[in-house]
């Protein structure tokens, strides 16, 4: 009884976060140029297209590009450890680059990354990884017996 419980409730939190919403799910990912959505992280909002051009762009104080690490469209990362960026939620991939960049998240060549982001860089590569085909899975595939 118990474990049915536990999976029913996570089962519940899953489909509630699913609804907060991937805006790529929703038709944004068609016009690639799209200002997404403003962050509940306090992000502006964001542009897919010029999110794009940053993700592919070296950046100056590593001299790596995001896809670098973390694959064409963030959907291939070249080491597992790394996360899979393609169709993560926008607002968290906006909060977790804030935190490197202001120190409060700790991955030495994350912090390199994202210390001199802007806040309209870090919305533009929210958007863009959000719009990207979802690769990630949750539990509202659980299969429940």
């Not at 919403?21 to 997404?36: F, L, Q, T």
């Not at 991955?107 to 001199?116: E, H």
């Amino acid at each position: 009884m118990t474990n049915t419980r536990l999976l029913l409730g996570a089962l519940a939190i899953a489909l509630l976060a699913a609804g907060c919403g991937n805006k790529a799910e929703e038709g944004h990912a068609a016009d690639a140029g799209h200002a997404a959505q403003s962050s509940s992280a306090g992000m502006p909002e964001g542009n897919i297209a010029a999110g794009e051009k940053l993700a592919t762009s070296k950046m100056e104080g590593t001299g790596q590009a995001c896809i670098d690490c973390h694959g064409k469209d963030g959907a291939a990362p070249v080491d597992p450890s790394y996360p899979v960026l393609a169709g993560q939620y926008q607002d968290y991939i906006a909060y977790t680059l804030q935190m490197y960049r202001d120190g409060r998240r700790q991955n030495v060549l994350m912090a390199s990354q994202a210390k001199n982001l802007t806040d309209q860089q870090i919305a533009d590569l929210s958007a863009y990884f959000a719009s990207r085909e979802r690769k990630l899975k949750d539990l509202s595939e659980a299969v429940v017996n």
